[in-house]
């Protein structure tokens, strides 16, 4: 079992170790990832570029350190994305990926072979942004109590349980750099998480009062097991609410509508600017 880190504000990790992106941009087979020098070489890596669309864009981004971006996730999340407000819960800033950031031209088998799962800590999806709106419209759902952010990505919404009173949050999730965007986004809002890099589906959960999880319906196996266990959390008295956007595998039947959002999202993320999206109960079987 990996022992939880705690985030408290204001810590900032440092690092002069940056990898390099915009894959699709560079014509030279020299310039494609992954191009690797040591970040203290930046310049000259510049003027031997012989692609000006590298030279322009590429390059001028700190560039792919000797040792793999999972070595520093902290100094990987903080080049490749930056801090931006999320839009149903303006006053939560998050480090995202957006249009002019590198992250957002990466591909797959880049990211594969340099260590990086794919980066969905790096949006705000529907399903979170909802759930987070939903405990900042109404503290006293979160307020004093011990709350679990399951499946938690860029920790929005243990963030939003923070801002509204929590007694404590834990932010719970098998990708590592996801954990690590969780703690810095902590910090950019000033607030205390703890962090758990584990998969606790299926084991019980003493000292939580209230699960929340946002789009974990994305996919039938997962989706299966994580509403099971829900069920056998609010059999033994934990509420656990879930925010969907109307995802494939959400189940049509067993659950208690609570909530309802339009939730404004990006044509590159999702199929529609606006997703209407539900917020959840599970109720106990």
């Known amino acids: 079992m990996t022992p939880p880190t ?23 087979p020299a310039c494609r990832p992954p191009r690797r020098v040591v970040a203290a070489s930046h310049r000259a890596a510049i003027a031997a570029c012989p ?15 000797l040792s793999p971006a999972s070595a520093d996730p902290a100094a990987f999340i903080r080049l490749h994305t930056a801090p931006a407000p999320v839009p149903l819960c303006p006053d939560i800033h998050l480090w995202q990926a957006t ?31 909802a759930v987070a709106r939903l405990i900042l419209d109404d503290p006293p759902l979160v307020a004093g109590k011990r709350v679990m952010d399951f499946a938690a990505g860029s920790g929005l919404i243990a963030i939003a349980a923070m801002k509204a009173g929590a007694a404590s949050v834990t932010a719970v999730e098998i990708d590592p ?16 998480i ?12 003493s000292g939580i009062d209230i699960l929340l999880a946002g789009d974990v319906c994305y996919e039938r196996s997962f989706a299966e097991a994580a509403l099971a266990w829900f069920r056998e959390l609010a059999r033994s008295g934990i509420t656990v609410l879930v925010g969907d956007p109307g ?3 959400l189940p049509s039947q067993g659950l208690e509508k609570v909530a309802t959002f339009n939730v404004p999202t990006t044509l590159e993320l999702e199929d529609r600017a606006v997703r209407v999206t539900d917020v959840w109960r599970v109720p106990a079987p």
């Open 194 to 205: 703890t962090g758990l890099t584990q998969d606790i589906i299926g084991q019980p959960l």
């Open 177 to 192: 750099f996801a954990i690590t965007a969780t703690g810095l986004n902590a910090d950019l809002n000033g607030v205390s």
């Open 51 to 65: 692609n000006p669309i590298c030279s322009s864009r590429c390059c001028r981004w700190p560039i792919l350190s």
């Open 6 to 28: 705690v985030w408290p504000p204001s810590r900032r990790p440092a690092s002069s170790v940056w990898p390099c992106w915009w894959p699709s941009l560079s014509a030279s």
């Open 99 to 129: 249009e002019i950031t590198p992250i957002w031209h990466a591909t797959e088998d880049w990211l594969q072979r340099n260590g990086v799962p794919p980066p969905f800590w790096a949006f705000p999806w529907a399903g979170g942004q």
């Open 247 to 249: 995802r494939a595998y």
